[in-house]
């Protein structure tokens, strides 16, 4: 199969033409109508063989893992993504790793409606990029920048389970269930579309949540207190391990993919009640101070510096 067939072959169904799309894949650029879009945000990722995935893993997990934590920023920007472009390098066109790859994409293009507007296909070890186009109401981004002192912190899911998953690689089986949230992270774009009306800063926890929550305390210039009986740990960690250990994971572990997000406090009813009516999970960490200490206070009202320790390429 050439470059043109496998284009053709795995990639052309995902790039269904009409609504908002008048050329996908097959031209030299892809041209969308951009009548409807106020504003954009746009994001790219790269992920790398054997720094980010592991080749022995599931094609359909490496593609969904992937295009899951690129589509993750457009949610922690509020955005509701709607063209994606893929650069793929690979060493050889193997069919059969290919299928599984296009399914791994077919699964969120289609939950998100999203399309696959086009891309590059090249020779070379295994690399997978991504940029994510998503729109915005003008005025509704939910930047790093905007929480204010008062405002309430959050995180949308419980935490720490990829984070040990990638401790347990060596010697376990890949479907063990301590995997799925590693291999098949959901990126919260519903959780986004909400927030947008009602928070005034989100991440998404992609490096841990100490260092992520760090970057809206610095963007923010206010430091928080987080009370450490409410940190959402994962329910399957607490089987595996001590809950001072579970709770190290959750505090710092990375690829998540949750949001962290703070809402004032006029706002704190609304918005819990949107997310209950929408039937999403949210789970009140902390509170944001004018002190610009990053703390969390146990349950003895003892209070204990937090330094963020997440993940870090150089
Ligand atoms: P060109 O030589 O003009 O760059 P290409 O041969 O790279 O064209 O690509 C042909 C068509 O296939 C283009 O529409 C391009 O966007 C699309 N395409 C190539 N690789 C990918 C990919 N990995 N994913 C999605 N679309 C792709
Ligand atoms: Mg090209």
Same mark, same amino acid.
């Given at each position: 199969m050439d470059e043109f067939e496998l284009i053709s072959h795995f990639f052309s169904p995902l790039s269904i033409e009409g609504q908002d799309l008048l050329?996908?894949?097959?031209?030299?650029a892809a041209i969308v109508d951009v009548?409807?879009?106020s504003q954009l945000a746009i994001s790219n990722d790269t992920f790398v063989e054997n720094v980010h #995935?592991?080749?022995?893993?599931p094609a359909e997990a490496i593609a969904y893992r992937s295009l899951s934590a690129s589509l993750s920023d457009l949610a922690a920007m509020g955005a509701v993504p709607l063209w994606v472009t893929m650069s793929l390098t690979m060493p050889e066109p193997n069919t059969t790793w290919l299928q599984g790859f296009t399914l791994g994409l077919e699964k969120l293009v289609t939950r998100y409606d999203v399309r696959l507007i086009g891309g590059d296909t090249t020779k070379g070890p295994l690399t997978i990029s991504f940029t994510v186009l998503g729109k915005l109401d003008k005025g509704r981004a939910l930047r790093r920048s905007g929480a204010v002192v008062g405002s309430y912190v959050y995180v949308t899911g419980r935490l720490g389970e990829p984070a040990y998953a990638l401790t347990q690689l060596?010697?376990?089986?890949?479907?063990?269930?301590? #995997?799925r949230k590693l291999l098949y992270p959901k990126p919260k774009i519903e959780h986004g579309l909400i927030l947008s009306?009602?928070?005034n800063a989100a991440i998404d926890i992609s490096d841990g949540l100490s260092s992520d929550l760090a970057h809206i305390l610095n963007a923010s210039h206010v430091g928080c207190r987080l009370t450490e009986n409410d940190i959402p740990i994962s329910k399957l960690l607490l089987e595996h391990l001590p809950v001072e250990k579970a709770r190290d994971y959750a505090l710092n572990g990375g690829d998540e993919y949750e949001l962290c997000f703070t809402v004032d406090s006029d706002k704190k009813a609304d918005c819990e009640r949107a997310l209950n009516e929408a039937g999403l999970s949210y789970y009140r960490i902390g509170m944001i101070t004018e002190s610009l200490d990053f703390v969390l206070v146990d349950s003895d009202g003892q209070t204990e510096g937090i330094n963020p320790a997440g993940f870090r390429h150089f």
């Open positions: 050329t996908g894949i097959g031209d030299d009548q409807s879009v #995935f592991l080749p022995s893993w060596a010697g376990k089986s890949i479907d063990d269930a301590i #995997f009306r009602y928070a």
